[in-house]
């Protein structure tokens, strides 16, 4: 299946009031806040939604999924600290919880790489990349793993539903373009 039939099957378990039952980790999103400035688009449950929807309907199923559970990490690790909502460690405490979700939904062929794209998908922040900036023979080693160019796709449709201030999209596609020359 590709991730548009995932995307219509997920909408269809919303329409029917199934949802929450089936994603508990995503519906405890609702009323999870996040930094305005990054998402003006609302809770992190709205952003999730958007970043599902972002993904194009031909993608890999696992980058569908990855999208969708990025940020299930934030339920239980978000704070206000210092005045600013943050989810310290919200990749690895997501990572860690999508095994089991892929194994209930009967998928669990699928766990241990969409864990791999919910652990890592923040890695660009880490980068430091602007003009004219050579990559690293550790960064060159990470985007030869197997699973890079999903990872990107669940980057990009994590950028494109962040509504406010963000420049992951941006980067993103700075990175991507290293991945092409």
């Known amino acids: 299946m590709k991730a548009a039939d995932y995307r219509k099957l997920v ?10 039952e089936r994603l508990p980790e995503v519906a405890a999103l609702r009323g999870v806040p996040q930094p305005e400035e990054f998402h003006a688009e609302g809770d992190a449950f ?21 999208a969708l559970l990025h940020d299930i990490g934030k339920a239980e690790t978000t704070r206000l600290i210092r005045g600013r909502w943050r989810a310290f460690g919200h990749a690895e405490a997501g990572a860690k919880l999508v095994p089991g979700i892929l194994v209930r939904l ?5 766990a241990d790489d969409v864990a791999w794209l919910v652990k890592n998908h923040l890695f660009h922040f880490a980068w430091h990349l602007g003009h004219n900036v050579k990559l690293t023979r550790n960064q060159l080693r990470f985007m030869e793993h197997p699973l890079f160019r999903l990872l990107l796709e669940v980057c990009a449709a994590d950028a ?4 406010g201030r963000s420049d992951k999209g941006r980067v993103i ?8 020359q």
């Open 46 to 66: 709205t952003h999730t939604m958007l970043a599902a929807r972002a993904v194009d309907d031909d993608s890999d199923q696992r980058v569908f999924w990855g």
């Open 173 to 180: 596609k700075m990175i991507a373009d290293f991945l092409e």
């Open 160 to 163: 494109a539903a962040s509504l």
């Open 106 to 110: 009967g998928l669990p062929d699928l």
């Open 11 to 20: 909408e269809g378990w919303l329409g029917d009031g199934s949802f929450d």
